[in-house]
């Protein structure tokens, strides 16, 4: 209107086809979808596309007309955005230069951050495997499973945190549904618990230590994987809500807190099964 306020869209196709006389405003269709300035790019560009528009208006709160959002405009900022939550899940800061043209210097300052947190982060798995220095002593073969049982661990959770951030990135999943997701991975989980406690039980068998460490390397995978997955379903809904970009929970940092968590409960369960540790 006269004082910039959106009143509606007109498709070119209705324009070209009607009839001499008709007025605009009876081909006008004055449902629009809009967005404001302030809003997420990637939340924009992802209405635009999702609603398969050409444009989508930007508008001020009284409905004025900033400007408009285009579909190419729309593609870019998604695809900046994928490269962006790619290298955030990769334990690096984004890039604000294409990989060739960046330097030694601004790749050091894009990774060493990240290396420093996770390097003090993953701090607390030398203080676990302190803490249970005796139960090592007296079971030696229990240190011969730790790198596959937290290995396991970081690559479950990774599995998940990988496909959920996808998910949330192209609307797919929203925090309402963190019930559904809870369910659905920990269904898949309990099965993928199940064929890691058979290998577990095999390798054990391969490395010829009792079966009190068999039983106890078996149900650790079982339970490591199960709390893995707990952990990477919710952790990225909870970072959404507090308005934290979920790619943060990259791999490298998924497995560093299933790391230390994971030798915790690797050390209680063999507190519970082997004999040699009663009463340490």
Do not use: C
Not at 61 to 80: M, Q, W
Not at 144 to 150: A, E, S
Not at 173 to 183: E, F
């Amino acid at each position: 209107d006269a004082s910039n306020r959106l009143e509606g869209v007109v498709a070119f196709r209705a324009l070209v086809l009607a009839p001499a006389g008709v007025r605009v405003a009876e081909l006008m269709d004055d449902d629009v979808i809009t967005v404001a300035p302030l809003d997420d790019p990637e939340v924009a560009a992802r209405t635009l596309l999702d609603q398969r528009l050409l444009a989508i208006p930007v508008v001020d709160t009284e409905r004025r007309v900033l400007g408009i959002i285009t579909a190419d405009a729309a593609a870019d900022i998604a695809e900046e955005e994928a490269t962006e939550d790619a290298e955030l899940q990769g334990g690096s800061q984004p890039l604000d230069t294409p990989y060739l043209r960046a330097s030694p210097w601004q790749l050091w300052k894009k990774r060493i951050i990240w290396l420093l947190v996770l390097f003090v982060a993953e701090a607390y798995t030398g203080t676990v495997l302190r803490a249970f220095e005796d139960e090592l002593d007296a079971v030696v073969s229990l240190a011969f499973f730790i790198p596959l049982l937290i290995g396991t661990g970081g690559n479950t959770g990774t599995q998940i945190t990988t496909t959920l951030v996808r998910a949330m990135a192209t609307g797919g999943v929203r925090l309402r549904d963190v019930g559904r997701v809870l369910r659905k991975e920990m269904a898949t989980a309990g099965m993928i618990a199940i064929a890691m406690a058979l290998a577990g039980i095999i390798r054990a068998f391969t490395l010829g230590v009792g079966w009190h460490v068999m039983l106890t390397v078996s149900v650790s995978l079982a339970a490591i994987v199960l709390w893995a997955a707990f952990i990477a379903s919710v952790l990225p809904l909870l970072l959404k809500k507090t308005r934290i970009d979920p790619a943060v929970v990259s791999a490298p940092m998924i497995a560093t807190i299933v790391d230390g968590t994971g030798l915790l409960i690797y050390f209680m369960i063999a507190k519970a099964l082997l004999p040699e540790l009663a009463g340490l």
